[in-house]
């Protein structure tokens, strides 16, 4: 038996386990699931014969390394920030490992040494990074092995709420971490390039820049801009394109209402409130708003935001019941961001009905024989329920075929990688499309850069 071991058994991993199960009797495997809880792992693997639930704290040095050195091939669904050592056992140990988060500073490092080793790391195989790249850059050598020319790359993501699960007026629920979605934005200016000019949005002004996009079937969205579009063009062989651009999807009207968190401060989590616990969510409210002796909350609210009364957007702050007096955040020594995230998440939370619905779109243009062109690439990928989501499927799928293919010695390329080679994308894809998670692609008038589209 070839032993996998999976390291974490959160929400993203339950198609990423269901796979390797599927396939654990043809392929002659052995998973082994490690996670703090033996709960947890063993509710995933409900008794399948080719499966072991085993207690791994990343921390414990004895577990992790007896885990592993068991392994032939290791893959880490931990948070982002554990990846790394998991990812020095496996050089010390001659294991491949994959992970769906993004390469850090310190993996990147490991390179060399996993080269040498004739080690496949294989990074960035989730959803976003992970399928974007690998789409993005099925399409960009297409246009390139025509002899074409890249004039623009556009590319956005989100997680949303599928349309029939979608109850209230942010459009909106939580189907991923909720910490990172209220972090949003955060940590530096969101760069990018626009016809040969380079652009940079503050995070304050972040949420009114945003841009108009069409889903056949679903209607209109908008995007607003990712942290760091410009490091793509080396990634993408895209060096001296004049418009790059990646994105994360909304619907329309919740960038407008989200950003009165920004402008209010709600959103920050560089300090600690004050007796957090004890205040109500009206209390909460009127931290970040002026002094009145005769004003109510909801007054200043409207006035310093110059939100009309009968204006959707009050409705939307209705919706969340951030004036009531009687509700108690409950949570001690707490940023603003961590109480804001307590309130969302009582009215954001999936039901047990709910499914989820990852929506994706690429737009290349191209120059060929002095004609420009443009490409639509979209994709919209709803859940089943809430054990298999959109969210676990886009994420977990291509982490465990990765993990398989490189098993197979079908990928082979070693080091410190994305999944950007022909070797890797073209594999993956093809067998994507068996579980529904396909591209519809349609050609479009070439607009380059469109003021139209833009708001803001």
Not at 179 to 200: C, D, H, P, S, W
Not at 236 to 254: A, D, H, S
Not at 325 to 332: D, H
């Amino acid at each position: 038996m070839r032993n996998i071991l999976i390291i974490g058994a959160g929400r993203s991993s339950s198609s990423l386990i269901k796979y390797l199960l599927d396939k654990s009797t043809q392929e002659n495997l052995q998973i082994t699931i490690g996670d703090v809880s033996v709960k947890n792992a063993k509710a995933i693997i409900n008794n399948h014969k080719n499966a072991t639930a085993v207690e791994l704290d990343v921390f414990n040095e004895a577990q992790r390394v007896n885990a592993i050195k068991k392994a032939d091939i290791v893959i880490s669904m931990l948070p982002a920030r554990f990846h790394i050592e998991v990812a020095k056992d496996c050089v010390t140990h001659n294991k491949h490992m994959v992970t769906a988060s993004y390469v850090s500073d310190e993996m990147k490092a490991l390179d060399k040494e996993a080269k040498a080793k004739g080690l496949v790391f294989m990074n960035e195989i989730g959803l976003d990074p992970g399928i974007d790249h690998m789409s993005a850059m099925q399409i960009i050598d297409r246009i390139h092995d025509n002899g074409a020319k890249m004039l623009l790359f556009e590319s956005f993501t989100g997680g949303l709420v599928a349309p029939e699960s979608d109850t209230n007026l942010w459009n909106y629920k939580f189907t991923w971490n909720p910490r990172n979605v209220v972090l949003a934005g955060q940590g530096g200016a969101a760069m990018f390039i626009q016809e040969n000019t380079y652009k940079y949005i503050p995070y304050h002004k972040l949420f009114r820049r945003t841009e108009f996009l069409d889903i056949d079937g679903y209607g209109k969205f908008e995007g607003y801009a990712n942290r760091d579009s410009l490091k793509y063009r080396s990634l993408y062989n895209l060096e001296n394109i004049p418009t790059m651009f990646r994105g994360t999807i909304r619907k329309v009207g919740f960038s407008r209402a989200w950003n009165v968190f920004v402008q209010l401060g709600m959103t920050d989590d560089t300090y600690t409130i004050e007796e957090s616990e004890n205040m109500s969510y009206r209390d909460f409210t009127n931290l970040f708003l002026a002094y009145s002796p005769s004003d109510s909350v909801e007054l200043k609210f409207r006035s310093y935001l110059k939100i009309d009364q009968d204006d959707i957007m009050w409705d939307k702050f209705l919706e969340l019941d951030i004036f009531n007096p009687t509700k108690i955040i409950g949570l001690k020594n707490a940023t603003p961001a961590q109480m804001l995230q307590k309130i969302l998440s009582e009215k954001w939370t999936l039901e047990a009905d709910d499914k989820d619905m990852i929506v994706m779109q690429h737009k290349f243009g191209y120059e060929l024989n002095q004609e420009k062109y443009q490409i639509e690439s979209s994709m919209v990928i709803k859940g089943d329920d809430q054990t298999y989501t959109a969210m676990a499927k886009t994420v977990g799928l291509p982490v465990a075929m990765a993990a398989l293919k490189i098993l197979n010695k079908e990928i082979t390329t070693p080091g410190v990688q994305l999944p950007i080679k022909k070797e890797v994308y073209e594999p993956i894809l093809k067998e994507l499309e068996e579980y529904g998670i396909t591209f519809a692609e349609k050609k479009a008038p070439y607009l380059g850069y469109n003021p139209e589209t833009i708001k803001g």
